[in-house]
């Protein structure tokens, strides 16, 4: 099993929807997470960082942390087709490798005007 | 800041050939990364450097793959001899400290191997 799992998708949505992206992780350790966006044929960009649990909110963009579960989420809002891209998880903390981030697979998420 | 850059973007080479990939990271950055992407695997780490040491090799599939960072601005990774199921594409990043800090990604380099 990977320590960190993310439904490759793909996930095709109209213009103004709203799009949750998920990942699970089974190392309780975890402490840092990320989503990082990328474009095709570009490398990946930081989108949205949270240490711990809770929420954290950037324009139409939210990232949950549910520790409980071992559960992380992405939710964009009002979606735009400059949104299509793959969105990434990311994840890394204490007790592990501390130089060391943890990659989902990826969800390669198109947005339809 | 220019970026993480990397070089060559493109390289198609044949079965049993030496590759070598070369990054410079964004200057004053400590850490150094060199990932994998493939549709199969995702993206993976193979190595990371801390102040030009290596701290983690373990993602580094086998001893055709091997990883240098001479100084703290240059760093390469050598495939010899290569094979077809290298094929991917390759990343370096940078970051100013350990995984909490935000990484880097240069353009990546596409890898072909025939």
């Known amino acids: 099993q990977k320590e960190v799992e993310q439904d490759p998708g793909p996930l095709s949505v109209p213009e103004g929807a709203i799009v949750s992206l998920n990942c699970t992780y089974s190392n309780s350790a975890f402490q840092y997470f990320m989503w990082y966006r990328q474009y095709s044929r570009k490398g990946p960009e930081l989108l949205m960082y949270t240490y711990s649990s809770g929420n954290k909110e950037d324009g139409r963009f939210t990232a949950q942390v549910d520790k409980s579960s071992k559960y992380i989420s992405l939710f964009i809002r009002d979606s735009q087709p400059s949104d299509s891209a793959t969105y990434l998880c990311a994840m890394s903390g204490p007790g592990s490798n501390t130089g060391k981030l943890i990659f989902g697979q990826g969800t390669t998420l198109q947005v339809k005007p | 800041d220019a970026g993480v850059i990397q070089s060559p973007r493109h390289e198609v080479t044949e079965m049993g050939q030496e590759v070598t990939l070369r990054c410079k990271p964004i200057s004053g950055h400590d850490y150094l990364f060199w990932y994998r992407q493939t549709m199969m695997r995702g993206l993976e780490l193979l190595i990371y450097?801390?102040?030009?040491?290596?701290?983690?090799d373990s993602g580094m599939p086998e001893d055709r793959f091997s990883a240098k960072m001479p100084n703290a601005s240059f760093s390469t990774l050598k495939i010899q001899p290569s094979e077809p199921r290298d094929s991917a594409v390759y990343f370096c990043?940078?970051?100013?400290?350990?995984?909490?800090?935000?990484?880097?990604f240069g353009p990546g380099t596409r890898l072909l191997v025939l």
């Open positions: 990043a940078s970051s100013l400290g350990g995984a909490s800090e935000t990484q880097y």
């Open positions: 450097f801390n102040n030009n040491v290596p701290i983690d």
